[in-house]
């Protein structure tokens, strides 16, 4: 089929490349020239594993622009997947929606085409781009009979395992009010659904893995399985983190009582690790455009309410427990080991390393920061924080009253800290990943302190 992908982010591009890997025809469309000329000579603008090798793949069915009448004007299948970042009162900022369909409704040309809400919006944003359509559509081509639906497919993928995600999912969910829109939706998928592509080498399809869940619903019941979804998985995270303060104060260990927990099937194991919470793009917006959504009917929804308070607490909580080890921060020089929400990723969207260091910088502390990958988006994205940046993660020792573990790269649990001790003017390490190995650390001579396990 061919497919027009609107917004070459970490979901447009991931969509995109996918796609055309798994044999359609795909433009992707971006108002932003610079991420598109990288594209066209081969580069991809963000750190994705495997995405530049799946791109190579299939580049001979993928093409960039810039121009949306190049994108539009054939594609059968519409994917808008531009970013729906939070407004200052908690709803999602839907002008970049706004803009994508009114340039499908100026372009659009194919006899159907299908447009497919691949961004987390709003419940009600389905109809609201087919009025947006519509209107673009009547005053521009009065005279095409180029008919159209809205449909909602959300995306569930994980930066940094995108691709895998995307290729091998749980489910593919869409929801439409036309019966016709998902059978499209479901040929469209349908290599990916019964898994007959070649596996690629550097993705190998899990063993056993046969067949990708399929679930058709309304278009209201799509774009809400997102949020709670998100919320659900925000609440697990933030429902250990409340654990683990607890197992603190009582001297247990929180590692064994997420094992114990997630040994229950009916828990599982998945979004039980303790430490500093969730950042990145998602899960502090949605859960917030959903609390957002329960005032418009008013509904309160305390618990999607209190997993973000206990998220945020987390933050705090690290600084309270360096000022409470280090007694003054003024003056003091505190390393970052990692600076992205999470490893596997370049994203440094509501990262805990950016709060961390600007509560530290409030009080008067030096920060220094490593991290392998995101350190080059930092330096521009923050460039208004007076952080330090390391060249190795080594460096963040030099000198330092107390290194925090922010972003678990697996490359710091082999840092030398035999050594490291003897560079730093306090010897004192905060395990916010709870991803360190602690005994290795104290036979090294630090003092380490692990969020939800006792010291
Ligand atoms: N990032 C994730 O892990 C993830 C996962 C699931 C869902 N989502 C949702 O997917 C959506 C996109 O997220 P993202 O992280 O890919 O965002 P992003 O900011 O990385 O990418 C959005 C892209 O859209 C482009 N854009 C904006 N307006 C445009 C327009 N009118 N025409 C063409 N391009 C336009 C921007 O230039 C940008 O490149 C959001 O709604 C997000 O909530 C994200």
Known sequence: MKVAIIGTGYVGLTTGVSLAFLGHDVTCLDVDESKISALNSGLIPIYEPHLDELMKLAR?????TTQASDALGAAQVVFIAVGTPSLPD??????????????????MAAPHVVIVNKSTVPIGSGNWVESLVRDEYREKNIRKSSEFS????????????????????????????????????????????EQTFDAPSFLPRPENFKAVHFLSTDLQSAELIKYAANAFLALKVSFI????????????????IARGIGLDARIGNRFLQAGLGWGGSCFGKDTLALISTGQEYGLNMPITQAAREVNFRQRRRLVEILAGELKILKGKRIGLLGLAFKPNTDDLRDSPALEIARMLLDRGAQV???????MKRAQK???????????RAEDVFVEADA???VTEWPEFRTLP????????????????????DRDRLVSAGLKVIVLGKSS
Not at 60 to 64: E, G, N, S
């Open 90 to 107: 908690g709803k999602s900022n839907l002008s970049y929606l706004k803009s994508a369909a009114q340039s499908v409704g100026q372009f």
């Open 241 to 256: 983190n409340e654990v683990a303060e607890l197992s603190e104060k009582v001297g247990a260990d929180i590692v064994s």
């Open 368 to 374: 220094v920061a490593f991290d392998p990958i995101a």
């Open 60 to 64: 001979h069915r993928l093409k960039f």
């Open 150 to 193: 809205v449909a909602s497919n959300p995306e569930f993928l994980r930066e940094g395992s995108a691709l895998s995600d995307m290729l091998y999912a749980d489910r593919v969910v869409v929801g439409a009010d036309h019966a016709a829109s998902i059978q499209v939706l479901r040929d469209l998928y349908q290599p990916l659904l």
């Open 403 to 405: 290194v925090v573990h």
């Open 417 to 436: 800290y035999e050594a490291l001790k003897s560079v730093m003017r306090v010897p004192l390490v905060v395990d916010g990943r709870v991803g360190l």
């Open 381 to 391: 994205e923050w460039s208004d924080v007076d952080l330090r940046y390391a060249d």
